[in-house]
């Protein structure tokens, strides 16, 4: 075969309208089961180097006008290899473990959307505290809730009538008057103040 | 890869980081910011330190005076108790005007148990003129004012005939100020039941 493919590619080239031989005939036909078993899948195993360049040639040409089907797996496995890369995911070749490229962009961009929602919210806040007007300060003056005993008070109450023949006895009087206020200012003083 | 995953997380992280101190801000927007509504008054009629150390002082100079009093010594007593009058007291304290009855009635009977019944006279009515309520005090310092009068209708007495008529004017002006002081008392007595 090899002298057979010599022979024919260096003897002259014929006419373009000159007959063609039958040796040129059974070449053609040998070429023609070879190109038709390789575009169906079943590559011969040995061929001559020159085959092998005109049947490289042949399946490009099949190809380009659409001859050649690749299984659905296949393209959509070359397709999403391909988007991938433009997207600057991994590299190609491996598709088995590929991630679907509508969760790959959520996977992708949800960090972005949650930090730009977080930033929103904290700039809404700090927008709304620098704009709210500052509320006017209502004082409640809390005297009646603090105790009458931590208060400054007549000591009627606590004396009772003065017998005349106790009138004289102010020394008596001051000193439970005294004591009084002393517990009262000491349970005020002890409670910082607050009932 | 490893360092993929970690810029994503810190991305996270932060957003997270910046979206929780956004709500805290706004939750938490009163508490440092804006005054409370209400606060603790800090009325003036509470009992402080001034109140504190005037009735002490008060206390002291009748320790004194009674020590005075049991040894005999009227004058240095009468003196001590003069002191209690010049005692400042916290402005508008309700104790300072009690503390000064008492001790005027005090010192009025003093002054009568050293034939001074003048000028007890003149302390008890100087105690009455200022005084700006009724009080159990004012109502001794009236029983005090009734002794007086009693003393002076002795002291007329004392004098013979020509005098008798003044001291019956003076005991009728002690029953005056004992009723008037019985007077005082019943309506005291009457207001503190009723706020029971």
């Not at chain 1, 397709?79 to 997207?87: K, M, N, T, Y």
């Not at chain 2, 003093?110 to 005084?131: D, K």
Request: hydrophobic share 45%; with cysteine; charged share 25%.
């Amino acid at each position: 075969m090899a002298s057979h493919d010599d022979d024919f590619l260096t003897s002259p080239v014929p006419e373009p309208d000159a007959e063609a031989t039958p040796s040129e005939r059974a070449h053609a036909k040998t070429f023609a089961d070879i190109v038709d078993k390789t575009l169906v899948g079943r590559t011969p195993v040995a061929m001559s180097a020159d085959d092998r360049a005109l049947l490289e040639v042949a399946t490009v040409i099949s190809a380009a006008n659409g001859g050649m089907e690749l299984a659905a797996s296949k393209q959509r496995s070359i397709v999403e290899d391909a988007l991938r890369q433009a997207i600057g995911g991994v590299g190609a070749g491996t598709s088995g473990s590929v991630t679907p490229i509508a969760r790959g962009r959520v996977k992708r961009w949800m960090p972005w959307a949650v930090a730009a929602t977080s930033t929103l919210v904290a700039a809404a806040a700090v927008l709304v505290l620098w704009l709210r007007a500052p509320q006017q300060t209502t004082i409640v003056h809390e005297t009646a809730a603090i105790p009458a005993s931590w208060t400054s008070r007549p000591a009627d109450p606590l004396v009772g009538p003065i017998a005349r023949e106790h009138a004289g006895d102010a020394s008596s009087r001051i000193d439970y008057l005294f004591a009084d206020r002393l517990d009262g200012y000491r349970e005020r003083r002890l409670s910082g103040g607050k009932p | 890869m490893i360092h993929k995953h970690l810029k994503t997380l810190g991305i996270l992280a932060i957003g997270i980081a910046i979206g929780i101190t956004g709500l805290v801000a706004c939750s938490n927007e009163r508490d440092a910011s804006a005054p409370s509504q209400t606060r603790v008054a800090d009325p003036t009629d509470v009992i402080d330190e001034e109140l504190m150390v005037s009735l002490a002082q008060a206390k002291n100079f009748h320790r004194k005076a009674k020590v005075y009093m049991s040894d005999g010594n009227l004058v240095a007593a009468t003196a001590s108790v003069r002191q209690i009058l010049s005692l400042r007291f916290p402005a508008g304290a309700p104790e300072a005007e009690d503390v000064r009855a008492d001790a005027r009635a005090l010192l009025a009977k003093l002054l009568v148990s050293q034939g001074q019944i003048e000028e007890a006279m003149r302390t008890v009515q100087e105690g009455l003129a200022q005084s700006q309520r009724e009080s159990f005090f004012v109502a001794n310092l009236h029983t005090v004012q009734g002794e007086i009068h009693e003393a002076r209708a002795a002291q007329l007495d004392a004098e013979g005939e020509a005098s008798k008529a003044k001291a019956t004017d003076e005991r009728r002006a002690a029953i005056a100020a004992y009723d008037r002081s019985i007077q005082i008392n019943e309506k005291l007595q009457k207001q503190l039941m009723e706020q029971r």
